[in-house]
């Protein structure tokens, strides 16, 4: 057999903003995009709002707003015990296969706290008050079931009730559109009108779906992106229909076959990224769009912009002005490039009403 091909990290980096959408602005609608891309990180309610901008043709955010109303689209909690926005389609066949990793992650912050609780009834007694069919807050329910359970106090009750043991729904308004909006819950199936699938015994759609996003990657990324542990089987069992590559640090990369894989000289455009965008955590060694000395933003909620492919700096908005903090010297077209995009970010998050950005000295 010959050696896997050997991609630099430049041919990472434009196959990577391809599977993202970053590479050319996509016609696909808010619904298909949010299913491509395996649902887009929101625990900042407004983020998914610019993610989508960066990489949808004329995306105007009503859309994404009526899918959440329509219950098409969904906040809950999911890869990695975090807030994710996924469709409904999506939600409802993967929940049950990331509930035991659900449980262990708010285990490990809360352990102490949650000792001796019984977790099954836990689930019963939150399920209990949730049957009424009023949403509630996470302190609510906790509040709830306190009687019973009067030691670990509300917030590891609540979350291990909210973020593992009832899979919920985080409803409207929270996540529309220029809107605020507090958190409130209800049980997916509710929210949904439909019950969660049974836990798949196959997990290689799974496999398939984040290469197709995310790929070419290596099982350490997808372990990565998921906060899934128990995937190998999975990518076993898919691998004869994969191809193979390595990175230039060695490390095995396992892609679909006919996924795009751009020539690595194609140009790459500026594009500004939310707080936590998965086209950076989805990744166990990001080092194909973030350098090392910057990997904290990704993690810190920092919003970044791409030139040329790579974060090279980071932007936030002061009043009605985008602000672009370069992390590098940008050259004259490229800051020409990130101004202009700027200018256009400026105008959608202000509903038109300003096009200002600042282009700060590094």
């Known amino acids: 057999m010959p050696n896997p091909t050997v991609l630099d990290v430049r041919s990472l980096n434009r196959a990577t903003l391809a599977r993202q959408l970053l590479l050319d602005r996509s016609a696909l609608p ?14 900042e309610p407004q983020e998914p709002f610019a993610g989508l901008w960066s990489r949808l043709r004329a995306f105007d955010p009503a859309e994404l707003s009526d899918l959440l109303t329509g219950r098409r689209v ?6 990695r015990r975090t807030v994710h926005l996924l469709t409904a389609e999506d939600v409802l066949a993967w929940r049950a296969r990331f509930d035991t990793m659900l449980r262990q992650r708010v285990l490990g912050t809360y352990r102490r706290e949650l ?13 209990a008050v949730l049957a009424d069919g009023e949403p509630r807050s996470m302190g609510e329910l906790a509040r709830a079931v306190a ?4 030691g670990p106090g509300s917030r590891p009750l609540g979350e291990m009730l ?17 809107t605020k909006g507090g958190v409130r819950n209800l049980p997916l199936s509710a929210w949904l009108g439909r019950e969660i699938e049974p836990l798949a015994e196959d997990d290689r759609p799974l496999v398939r779906r984040y290469l197709a996003a995310f790929g070419p990657a290596a099982t350490a990324d997808l372990r990565a992106w998921s906060g899934l542990a128990g995937l190998p089987a999975a990518v076993k069992a898919v691998r004869e229909e994969l191809v193979v590559f390595r990175d230039e640090r060695g490390r095995e990369l396992l892609d679909l076959p006919e996924a795009p894989r ?20 989805g990744y166990d060694d990001r080092s194909r769009i973030i350098d090392d000395a910057h990997r904290g933003l990704s993690v810190a909620g920092e919003r970044v ?35 202009a995009e ?21």
């Open 162 to 178: 909210i973020a593992a043991l009832i899979p919920a729904a985080q409803l409207p308004p929270r996540g529309l559109w220029r």
């Open 147 to 150: 009687a019973r359970w009067p």
């Open 305 to 339: 912009v791409l030139v040329d492919g790579r974060v090279s700096a980071t932007w936030t908005v002061d009043g009605a002005a985008v602000v672009v903090r370069p992390l590098r010297r940008l050259s004259r077209p490229e800051r020409g490039e990130v101004a």
């Open 342 to 362: 700027g200018s256009a970010l400026a105008a959608f998050l202000s509903d038109g009403e300003s096009d200002r950005v600042r282009v700060e000295t590094p």
């Open 115 to 127: 000792t001796g609780v019984d977790l099954d009834e836990l689930a019963a007694a939150g399920r």
């Open 262 to 281: 751009p020539d690595p000289g194609t140009p790459a455009p500026v594009r500004f990224l939310p707080a936590f965008d998965n086209a950076i955590l």
């Open 74 to 79: 969904v906040r809950t909690h999911l890869m």
């Open 30 to 43: 808010v619904h298909a995009a949010v299913g491509h891309l395996c649902g887009l990180q929101a625990q």
